[in-house]
């Protein structure tokens, strides 16, 4: 039985259902020589004979009715899945945009935004450019910047501070600074490195994420948010806050969109984690 397969098994029910191999070619589209090739081949892998087969149809045997008998169990386990996954479908959906070292710090603290006890599933995308809600490419956005336009509802969140950082155990003498690339810098934050004309670029990347691991890994100095460089034993500040770059968080959701229950709940709790935490957002916590 090992090697019967499940839609052989389906088509078993069809023949024994429907007393022959018109009946069930009927239900499945395939022609009754097909049928007739594939119950003979699965009376070789069970080793049983599964009908009588007379000018009547296909009459059940005594192993046929038994193996009848456990298909009718599988097929009730498969549709109580069905059921059980369908149930999770149809639950409603929040999506969240931020970028990518908020989508971090979100994905750390996924506790205090989303558990799976919740009536309602989460999609989680990054966005280092701001969403444009006339598309509803999400449900919420945490922005650096305040909308200007638009049917959406706003909440100002925490001060986000910025600072350069280096690895613990940098060579001071070391002039090297890390950047994102100019094709893919979008914030105030991501270019302001090489933006200063007497800095030594000796690496650059098209990741925030990749920033973060060269910085760590020694490759040089570089801006990160202080939210994500003080919270990691292996960086040190090597300079104090860079005050142009700070600014507040954004929460933003498109206003028709906010009164759907599910998304208040996600903007209130995310609301509440930033805030729980605003002393690491606004720099004032330089080490851990």
Request: glycine content about 6%.
């Amino acid at each position: 039985m090992k090697d019967a397969s499940w839609d052989d098994l389906q088509l078993f029910f069809h023949v024994a259902t429907g007393g022959g191999l018109s009946a069930a070619a009927a239900r499945t589209g395939l022609s009754a020589p097909t049928i007739g090739r594939r119950m003979l081949a699965l009376e070789r892998v069970t080793g049983r004979s599964l009908f009588n087969r007379g000018p009547t149809g296909y009459l059940l045997a005594r192993d046929g009715q038994e193996l009848l008998d456990r298909v009718r169990l599988m097929q009730d386990a498969a549709r109580a899945i069905s059921d059980w996954r369908g149930e999770v479908l149809t639950l409603p959906i929040v999506s969240t945009a931020a970028d990518t070292w908020t989508s971090r710090f979100i994905a750390d603290h996924l506790a205090s935004v989303w558990t799976p006890k919740d009536s309602f599933r989460m999609c989680y995308k990054t966005r280092d450019a701001d969403v444009d809600f006339t598309y509803r490419e999400a449900h919420i956005a945490v922005g650096h910047n305040r909308p200007d336009s638009g049917n959406v509802a706003i909440r100002r969140s925490v001060k986000v501070a910025h600072a350069v950082y280096q690895a613990a155990d940098y060579d001071e003498a070391n002039c090297n600074w890390i950047s994102l690339g100019t094709d893919t810098a979008v914030s105030p934050a991501d270019k302001w490195t090489f933006e200063q004309p007497d800095y030594w670029i000796t690496s650059w990347t098209n990741t925030p994420h990749m920033l973060f691991y060269l910085i760590r890994g020694g490759a040089g100095r570089g801006v990160l948010p202080c939210f994500v460089g003080d919270r990691d034993r292996k960086l040190v500040r090597a300079g104090p806050l860079i005050d142009e770059l700070t600014h507040d968080m954004w929460i933003v959701a498109h206003d028709d969109e906010r009164q759907r229950p599910e998304v208040r709940i996600v903007i209130d709790r995310l609301a509440a984690l930033f805030a729980d935490h605003q002393e690491l957002f606004a720099g004032q916590r330089p080490s851990i």
